[in-house]
């Protein structure tokens, strides 16, 4: 039976006309969530996401079978938030596996036995997942790993306690694939202040100096969260290729000792290194920083924070020296809106909304770690060609007794 076409008009335009009513009145957020939401995954499925900071071979080390990286399989959901479910649904390209020792284990020793054990954790992810992880040592791998499909995946230090002070140790640290290096962490170094204990030598050694040079030397990133507003400056100082902050905020925004401050946000550009935001709640969220007990409900650190923390590095340091450090299964909740790995997009959306354009999402997602990388590597092929490994040792640099 054919219906009159105007009895359809008589039907559909009402009903259109309240649908372009809701739509016109809807909260503006709302009215764009999926156009952003789109370009988000369009960014990140253009360019590897970078990841600075993710503590999984932690939490495989201390999960109820420890260290047993087949146990804690990231095939299957997790316990944790990190699994590779979730890492492609947050379209992670290329990952920065944290290899953290603490600093307390110094006291006990072992801290060279502790740093070999969690790189091999980390290999032993990358090797037992091979169709959906790479190991990728420098930019160009990280591109190879995308382009067949694979999350990029690299190791870095948390902590150069762990190198006992020798750059032999470093050297091979690098050898078995370290792509950075924090310099601290929350203890003070021989060689280096950290953020979180009262300053013993201003920042940098002479022997510190020297560590920095060869990570230069080596190729390997100067990683700069965890220490001290004096070793940053001197850091910047010395460096001959860009620095990372692996996972850090704005102290400005936020007044933790983990933060950046303005003053050495203005000196990025000069040396064309980037900070990673990273999404611990304390660091991203004044109340929760200044939260010291359990009086009433405890405040949340939430998405919006952490744009704040973004806007504020790229509004002093410029676009080109932000990007993004989620510190996930290092931290036990992250803020609402960015509870795991799977809520980049999330992240990407509301940049979009706030209007970053597409390239500027591919710069705070990729383009920016990957130019660090890769001036970072013609450094180090510059250097490699004008002298050798170095011989400096602490005791005759710093005079520190063995």
């Known amino acids: 039976m054919q219906v009159p076409a105007r009895s359809i008009l008589r039907v559909l335009l009402p009903a259109l006309a309240s649908g372009f009513a809701a739509l016109a009145f809807a909260p503006p957020g709302l009215r764009a969530q999926d156009t952003h939401l789109e370009i988000a995954k369009r960014v990140l499925s253009s360019v590897p996401l970078f990841d600075g900071h993710n503590d999984l071979p932690w939490a495989i080390r201390n999960a109820d079978a420890p260290m047993d990286v087949r146990a804690y399989d990231i095939a299957r959901p997790t316990q944790g ?62 591109m190879d790993q995308f382009h067949r499909g694979k999350i990029a995946s690299m190791l870095g230090m948390e902590g150069g306690h762990a190198i006992e002070n020798s750059l032999g140790a470093l050297r091979a640290f690098y050898q078995l694939g370290v792509r950075y290096m924090t310099l601290t962490h929350s203890a003070n170094v021989d060689w280096a202040d950290s953020c979180c204990e009262a300053p013993e030598l201003g920042g940098l050694s002479a022997f510190g100096e020297e560590v920095v040079r060869e990570m230069n030397w080596l190729g390997m990133l100067v990683d700069i969260s965890h220490v001290s507003p004096g070793t940053m400056h001197d850091v910047l100082d010395v460096a001959e290729a860009p620095v990372i902050f692996s996972h850090s905020s704005a102290k400005a925004v936020t007044d933790h000792p983990r933060n950046v401050p303005d003053d050495v946000l203005r000196r990025l550009p ?20 200044s939260h010291d007990g359990p009086d009433g409900e405890a405040p949340r650190a939430t998405l919006d924070d952490v744009v704040e923390h973004i806007e504020h590095i790229r509004a002093v340091a410029g676009i080109d020296h932000v990007a993004i450090g989620g ?62 490994p170095s011989t400096a040792t602490i005791e005759e640099m710093d005079g520190l007794v063995p």
Do not use: K
């Open 327 to 388: 510190d996930f299964d290092g931290i036990d909740r992250g803020p609402v809106g960015l509870e795991d790995v799977s809520t980049y997009p999330a992240l990407f959306a509301e940049l979009s909304r706030r209007g970053w354009t597409e390239s500027e999402l591919r710069a705070l997602a990729a383009d920016n770690l990957l130019r660090v990388m890769r001036v970072t590597e013609a450094t180090a092929r510059r250097l490699q060609a004008e002298r050798g």
């Open 81 to 142: 938030h990190t699994d590779l479910a979730r890492l492609r649904a947050g379209g992670v390209g290329a990952q920065f596996w944290s290899v953290y020792v603490p600093a307390s284990v110094m006291e006990e020793g072992g801290g060279a036995r502790m740093q070999l054990e969690q790189i091999d954790i980390a290999h032993q992810i990358i090797s037992d997942h091979r169709e959906d992880l790479g190991l990728a040592l420098t930019a160009a791998d990280v």
């Open 270 to 289: 000069e040396n064309g290194g980037a900070v990673m935001v990273t999404f611990v709640e304390s660091f991203v969220n004044q109340d929760v920083a």
